[in-house]
Structure formats: structure tokens, C-alpha cells
């Protein structure tokens, strides 16, 4: 585990989750399409939101992105980190330059979006059992940059013209 170690503290920091920590337990894992990458994450999202942005969109291949939101400290990774790949779609840059898209360089798996601060998680990676039963902390508060979408959803959520809370509530 030490090289483990090793490589999640210099890919991460010391704001992520250490392997060594006694006092982090696990409440949910995730892991890529072909389990070469994984992590748990040890507490609750603190939201989730669905993005209809169109680097979102493009990047995900699908319509809208539905992402929960996590805590860095909340979060470590158990398999794969030599495995992740960076992009930083303003920069179109292959780097770690914060904020970033993170996947799997083997099977192309998004894996979640990097904040400065925070995690943004794809819950469709979470192991919620079979069949799934998605935690009530997982599902979408609001749907933002809806002024963008490509389709209507009529599911009573708020919709916002950004960010949550900084923008026009449509």
C-alpha cells in the first residue's frame, strides 16, 4: 500500500482522503467501467445537481451530467490512480490544471469532475446494489445552466440560467 500512498499524495495532495487513515470509513464505492479505477467516498454528498452546460454535454455525450458533490477530505482512492487521465477543457490542455475533467485512461470512464475545492462525482459509478436504489443524498436538487439544454425536463426540480444560488431562477 505504501506506493499507493506515494502516488495519491503526489497526484492529490494532502485534501483527499489517505489509505492510511483509520477514521475514514468507507460509505460508498465507486469505480470505472472496467474496475481498473476506484474510490470510496466517506460521507454523504452535500448536493447533487444535473449540468446542462455544453462542455458537459460534449464531454459526457449525453444530454445533461448528473453529479454529486463532495468534500475532497471525503474521498480516496483505493485502485488505478496511475490510471486517471486530466483534461481541462478551457485550456484544451492533457494537465492537471484545476478545475478538470478526470476518466480512466483505459476504458475512457469519466470519473468525476475535479474542483479547487470539491469532487464532483458521477453517481452512475457508485455500486448502489441490484437493483440500484439510489440514496436520497444522490439525487438532483436543481438543474443548472438550463438555459442551455437540448431537451425539456419536466421533473419539478429548480431550474437555473448558471451556478445554483448566483444565477436567474428560470
Request: net charge neutral.
Given at each position: 500500500m505504501?506506493?499507493?500512498?506515494?502516488?495519491?499524495?503526489?497526484?492529490?495532495?494532502?485534501e483527499?482522503g489517505?489509505?492510511?487513515?483509520?477514521?475514514?470509513i468507507?460509505?460508498?464505492?465507486?469505480?470505472?467501467?472496467?474496475?481498473?479505477?476506484?474510490?470510496?467516498?466517506?460521507?454523504?454528498?452535500?448536493?447533487?445537481?444535473?449540468?446542462?452546460?455544453?462542455?458537459?454535454?460534449?464531454?459526457?455525450g449525453?444530454?445533461?451530467?448528473?453529479?454529486?458533490i463532495?468534500?475532497?477530505?471525503?474521498?480516496?482512492f483505493?485502485?488505478?490512480?496511475?490510471?486517471?487521465?486530466?483534461?481541462?477543457?478551457?485550456l484544451?490542455?492533457?494537465?492537471?490544471?484545476?478545475?478538470?475533467?478526470?476518466?480512466?485512461?483505459?476504458c475512457?470512464?469519466?470519473?468525476?469532475?475535479?474542483?479547487?475545492?470539491?469532487?464532483?462525482?458521477?453517481?452512475?459509478?457508485?455500486?448502489?446494489?441490484?437493483?440500484?436504489?439510489?440514496?436520497?443524498?444522490?439525487?438532483?436538487?436543481?438543474?443548472?445552466?438550463?438555459?442551455?439544454?437540448?431537451?425539456?425536463?419536466?421533473?419539478?426540480?429548480?431550474?437555473?440560467?448558471?451556478h445554483?444560488?448566483?444565477?436567474?431562477?428560470?
Open positions: 505504501t506506493g499507493f500512498l506515494d502516488l495519491n499524495k503526489s497526484t492529490f495532495g494532502s483527499y489517505s489509505p492510511d487513515d483509520e477514521s475514514f468507507a460509505t460508498y464505492r465507486a469505480r470505472c467501467h472496467c474496475g481498473v479505477v476506484g474510490y470510496e467516498v466517506s460521507a454523504d454528498p452535500v448536493d447533487a445537481k444535473i449540468c446542462h452546460c455544453n462542455d458537459c454535454r460534449l464531454l459526457h449525453a444530454p445533461m451530467q448528473w453529479a454529486a463532495f468534500h475532497k477530505r471525503d474521498v480516496r483505493t485502485a488505478g490512480v496511475e490510471h486517471l487521465r486530466f483534461y481541462h477543457n478551457r484544451d490542455r492533457n494537465e492537471k490544471i484545476l478545475p478538470c475533467k478526470v476518466s480512466c485512461a483505459l475512457g470512464s469519466p470519473i468525476a469532475d475535479e474542483g479547487r475545492n470539491m469532487w464532483l462525482a458521477f453517481p452512475t459509478l457508485f455500486d448502489f446494489g441490484t437493483p440500484p436504489r439510489v440514496p436520497e443524498s444522490f439525487k438532483p436538487t436543481c438543474h443548472i445552466f438550463y438555459g442551455m439544454r437540448v431537451m425539456e425536463i419536466a421533473d419539478g426540480l429548480p431550474k437555473w440560467s448558471g445554483k444560488d448566483r444565477s436567474t431562477l428560470l
